[in-house]
Structures are given as C-alpha cells and as structure tokens.
C-alpha cells in the first residue's frame, strides 16, 4: 500500500495525505518526485500530532510550516518557488462592546494589567468559530455581567505588528443594554466596571487616548447591522451571518 494518498487539485497542485503510521525519508523523496515530474507547483501535507514524529522528514525535502491548530500541523511544499499558498492566520480578532444605557453613561471596565489607571471599552478576542456578534455579547457579559444585544457595528482597528508577528483587526459593537446591574463574572481578570457619563470619561486623562477616541467617535454612528441573507448550510455546522448598511 502506497504511503501517500495524492489527491491533485484545479490549481496546479496537491493534496497529500497520510496513509501509513510509519514514513521514511525515501518515501518522502520518492514523493518530491512524483510530485516534480507531475509537474506540479505546490503540495500541501497535514500531519495529525500523533504523527509529529514524522516532520523532520518532510522539513528534510523541502517542506515549510504553514497552518497549526492544536491537533494538527499543515506543512506546504513548493516545487515551484513561486507558488503561491494563501496563508489563513494572519490576524487575530477582537471585538469592543460600546454599550450606552438610557442615563447616556458608557459601560467601562479596568482590568489587572492597567495596574488600577483608567478604563477602557469592555471586550476581547473571538473565539474559533464564534460570529463577531455573539462575541461582543459574551465578552460583555463576563466582564461586566451586563446583558446587552448586539445592534450594529460600528468600528474597525486594524493594528500591525501584534502579538506573535501577527496582525489584529479589532471590531467596535455597538449593543444595548437589556440588564444594568453590574457583577463581574470573570473576577480573575477584570479589576472594576463602571457606568460612567460620556463627558467625564472623554475628559479622563487616565484613560487610554485609543479608547476614549471610540467613545467620542463612535457613539453617533450607524453602522453595519445584521442582514437576513441565508447562507447555504455548512456541513461543519457552522453559521455565517452577514453585516450590511
């Protein structure tokens, strides 16, 4: 039985994946091969980390890292130097929950690492899979213990060098209040959460320059809000929700 399953694809290139548990370097060299004389430009090789033992092998002829998640490794190989492989995690995202309640007073928060200075917008990074929406919701909820509804987008940060060389795209929502009492439900990183009037937070010299430009640029906007286009279903089961004018 071959080693390898090659499955080519409408792009000049490759789709390889494993078939046996145990792979030699001459199998691989023997693949580099194949895939050469084929006349191919790129192959692409996932390897589930049961297999991790495997990588040297790949990395010996050629093969570059490309895409990781916590169960697997997709490596890429270009037998043409050009070839292009569109890299997928470029960004993380994160979202900011501008919430107002019916007194105009801005929902704020401070966490531990601002060593007791300031506030700022409550939020945080966007889970795999999570619509933007739902993470504005939830990040609100834990760090203030507000219920709020998404209603409309509103802002959109993109910030380059972040953390791990990569890029961030940071998405202001705006949500409504549907409770106002504040509890705090992740204790361990949130420090304070405060309604605070607009005008006072905005004149707050303590408070982060980024985050009081928001509030004062955003708080009058209209935004994106969510449209009832129906995507066609995902087998995966995911959902996509689109954001028009």
């Known amino acids: 039985m071959e080693p390898f399953d090659i499955q080519y694809d409408l792009f000049n290139g490759a789709q390889v994946r494993l078939t046996h548990v145990k792979v030699s370097p001459d199998d691989v060299a023997q693949l580099v091969r194949r895939l050469t004389s084929a006349g191919k430009q790129l192959a692409w090789l996932t390897v589930p980390i049961y297999q991790a033992h495997l990588i040297a092998c790949f990395t010996e002829q050629g093969f570059v890292f490309h895409l990781c998640h916590e169960q697997e490794l997709t490596l890429v190989l270009r037998i043409q130097p050009d070839a292009y492989a569109p890299f997928a995690p470029t960004h993380t995202i994160g979202v900011g929950g501008l919430v107002l309640n019916e007194a105009g ?60 060389n990569k890029g961030n795209l940071y998405l202001v929502c705006r949500l409504t209040a549907l409770s106002t009492t504040i509890e705090i439900q992740d204790t361990a990183e949130i420090e304070a959460a405060v ?32 449209n009832a286009f129906e995507f066609d279903p995902d087998p995966r089961g995911t959902r996509e929700i689109l954001l028009t004018p």
Do not use: C, N
């Open 105 to 164: 007073e801005v929902l704020l928060i401070r966490d531990r690492m601002m060593r007791a200075q300031g506030f700022k917008l409550p939020g945080g990074y966007v889970d795999m899979g999570e619509p933007i929406q739902r993470a504005a919701e939830r990040e609100v909820m834990e760090e203030t213990g507000i219920r709020a509804r998404f209603t409309t987008l509103v802002g959109l940060i993109g910030k380059y060098p972040h953390q791990f």
């Open 195 to 226: 309604w605070m009037p607009v005008a006072d937070y905005l004149a707050d010299a303590s408070s982060s320059r980024f985050h009081r430009h928001l509030v004062a640029s955003l708080t009058g906007a209209t935004g994106l809000t969510p």
